[in-house]
T-cell receptor, first 109, second 114 residues
């Protein structure tokens, strides 16, 4: 199965942009890239997803490399409430979600 | 709008005991699923349902049973708990037309089996 690789942890300052990287070198052409985040003591929360083109929504932007072997989740202005574990996930065969281990993001005031 | 509600939040069982983890959603979502989250591993799918009366196995179904008699409820049953089932359990739901695109998760049940 395809898998994702993320840094264990990252740190950012409040109101600065954050770029969270994800490697998925074994991705197939039909696999979607999803991002969820998990705040302490809560369930995961959907952030964004995409296939080939970059995607934007009110929470974040997703930049997908041209060869699709990597992607970056961009938080444009980090707030203290953005401190969470961010998961990069592959949706394989339009069915199975393969979760990575996530990046724990700390936001400094 | 409560979303996805899981009960209980915490549970301690002895090996061999049975229990049911409850999950309810008020969004009229057709798709519901159960995941477990263990340290050092990504979330793993236990069972899922695409509608009332329809259930199927995920990647780690052994030791767990489910049923779906209504759209709203999707309970997870442990018939004979084992220490290997110590985990945090999450229920999720979504619309059928985006069933694996945007999942809504409950806040989880932390289960310890002694």
């Amino acid at each position: 199965d395809a898998k994702t690789t993320q840094p264990n942890s990252m740190e950012s300052n409040e109101e600065e942009p954050v770029h969270l990287p994800c490697n998925h070198s074994t991705i197939s052409g039909t696999d979607y890239i999803h991002w969820y985040r998990q705040l302490p003591s809560q369930g995961p929360e959907y952030v964004i997803h995409g296939l080939t083109s970059n995607v934007n929504n009110r929470m974040a932007s997703l930049a997908i490399a041209e060869d699709r072997k990597s992607s970056t989740l961009i938080l444009h202005r980090a707030t203290l409430r953005d401190a969470a574990v961010y998961y990069c996930i592959l949706r394989v065969n339009n069915r199975k979600l393969i979760w990575g281990l996530g990046t724990s993001l700390a936001v400094n005031p | 709008n409560a979303g996805v509600t899981q009960t209980p939040k915490f549970q301690v069982l002895k090996t061999g005991q049975s229990m049911t983890l409850q999950c309810a959603q008020d969004m009229n979502h057709e798709y519901m699923s159960w995941y477990r989250q263990d340290p050092g591993m990504g979330l793993r799918l236990i069972h899922y349902s695409v509608g009332a009366g329809i259930t199927d196995q995920g990647e780690v179904p052994n030791g767990y049973n489910v049923s779906r008699s209504t759209t709203e409820d999707f309970p997870l049953r442990l018939l004979s708990a084992a220490p290997s089932q110590t985990s945090v359990y999450f229920c999720a739901s979504s619309r059928r037309d985006s069933w694996n695109e945007k999942l809504f998760f409950g806040s989880g049940t932390q289960l310890s089996v002694l």
